[in-house]
């Protein structure tokens, strides 16, 4: 397969082939047509599979298609960590270099002067960790109601460093009309339980890996199959 099979626009073409990546890694084979389709996604996948760019080039491509006149928010990245918000925006920058997109991440543990002064010019794509999330929309910076399309990664890892309530009350500030995309490098029943109730006829997507996170890149096995609804 080659990013052009997977009907990606040539913007985005154009800068994975310029970031080094002439073909698609094994979950962006498999997740990114159900997420062009629109569909919500579940992903099973580790860090190292490529799996972020497997959300970041179809996001950007559906922002693309449907771009109206706007000024809201529409995608919104919940992440458990600064390092992994920091790299995804850098992500998004870099996939959209030929596009007319803006992202911007915000996090804990450093002042948030910059973040504001960033949140005054236009935000497509939010990237975020949970607690700064919530404390610049209690302080009204930040509105969710617009987010067309919402990504919580690392959902395991999410739970797992006690972040349940703060995705729980995101969840509540976003629109129900919306498509969500799932990503956990586990899922063990307790994570797909969840997934289910923030989700609608999700798509599994899993990619096992055979070897270390680090050479997963090189050898990996994947299957994919539709989701049984049954978490
Ligand atoms: P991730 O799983 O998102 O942490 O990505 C792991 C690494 O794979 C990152 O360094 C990416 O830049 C890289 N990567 C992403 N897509 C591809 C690709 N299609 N081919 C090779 N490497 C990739």
């Known amino acids: 397969m080659s990013f052009k099979n997977l009907n990606l626009i040539n913007?985005?073409?154009?800068?994975?082939?310029?970031?080094g990546y002439s073909k698609p890694t094994e979950i962006q084979d498999s997740a990114i047509p159900y997420i062009l389709a629109g569909k919500d996604v579940v992903g099973?996948?580790?860090?190292?599979?490529?799996?972020?760019?497997?959300?970041?080039?179809?996001?950007?491509?559906?922002?693309?298609?449907y771009t109206p006149e706007h000024k809201e928010i529409r995608t919104?990245?919940?992440?458990?960590?600064?390092?992994?918000?920091?790299?995804?925006?850098?992500?998004?920058?870099?996939?959209?270099?030929?596009?007319?997109?803006?992202?911007?991440?915000?996090?804990?543990?450093?002042?948030?002067?910059?973040?504001?002064?960033?949140?005054?010019?236009?935000?497509?794509?939010l990237v975020a960790t949970p607690e700064r999330l919530l404390e610049l929309v209690d302080q009204r910076y930040i509105d969710l109601s617009k987010i067309e399309i919402f990504v919580l990664?690392?959902?395991?890892?999410?739970l797992d460093m006690g972040f349940v309530n703060d995705v729980r009350k995101i969840l509540k500030l976003l629109p129900q009309k919306r498509q969500t995309l799932f990503f956990s490098a586990t899922m063990p029943v307790?994570?797909?339980?969840?997934?289910?109730?923030?989700?609608?006829?999700?798509?599994?997507?899993?990619?096992?890996?055979v070897l270390p996170a680090t050479q997963t890149l090189k050898q990996s096995a994947t299957s994919t199959s539709q989701y049984s609804g049954n978490l």
């Open 11 to 19: 913007p985005i073409i154009r800068a994975v082939t310029e970031a």
């Open 44 to 65: 099973c996948a580790q860090t190292g599979t490529g799996k972020t760019a497997a959300f970041v080039m179809p996001i950007l491509q559906l922002l693309k298609k």
């Open 76 to 125: 919104l990245i919940l992440t458990p960590t600064r390092e992994l918000a920091i790299q995804i925006e850098e992500n998004f920058g870099l996939y959209s270099k030929y596009l007319p997109l803006s992202q911007l991440s915000i996090f804990g543990g450093v002042s948030a002067g910059s973040q504001l002064a960033a949140l005054r010019k236009r935000v497509d794509i």
């Open 153 to 158: 990664d690392e959902a395991d890892k999410m």
């Open 190 to 209: 307790s994570i797909r339980k969840f997934a289910e109730t923030i989700m609608k006829n999700p798509v599994e997507v899993t990619v096992h890996p």
